[in-house]
Nanobody, 123 residues
């Protein structure tokens, strides 16, 4: 099955940009829908972005719409999240996830998860 490893997190200032990467291995990447989620301390895991298998369609959470862009590079089995105009409320651990069934925008719809990468945005 697919294994996922996130990278690219760090400490940035409000207004900065950051790009997260998720490297997938172990199975055919394009079979899966891919998602980005985040979880801040004391809060539930929140949907951030979705891309269908092969990158045909995308969908975003309301809090990041217009600022974040999700993309995939199928030849390299890579998923990306370009985060622009970052805000302190974007501070969280960001997770890459994969789903065999396409079209889910909740964490319950995803079977496979990476370990996460920390993003901290200072004001």
């Amino acid at each position: 099955q697919l294994q996922l490893v996130e990278s690219g997190g760090g400490l940035v200032q409000a207004g900065d940009s950051l790009r997260l990467s998720c490297a997938a291995s172990g199975d055919t990447f394009t079979k899966y829908a891919m998602g980005w989620f985040r979880q801040a301390p004391g809060k539930e895991r929140e949907f951030v972005a979705y891309v269908s298998g092969g990158g045909v369609s995308t969908h975003y959470g309301d809090s990041v719409k217009g600022r974040f862009i999700v993309s995939s590079e199928n030849a390299k089995n890579m998923l990306y999240l370009q985060m622009n105009i970052l805000k302190p409320e974007d501070t969280a651990v960001y997770y890459c996830a994969a789903a065999r069934r396409w079209g889910s925008f909740t964490s319950a719809g995803y079977e496979l998860w990476g370990r996460g990468t920390q993003v901290t945005v200072s004001s």
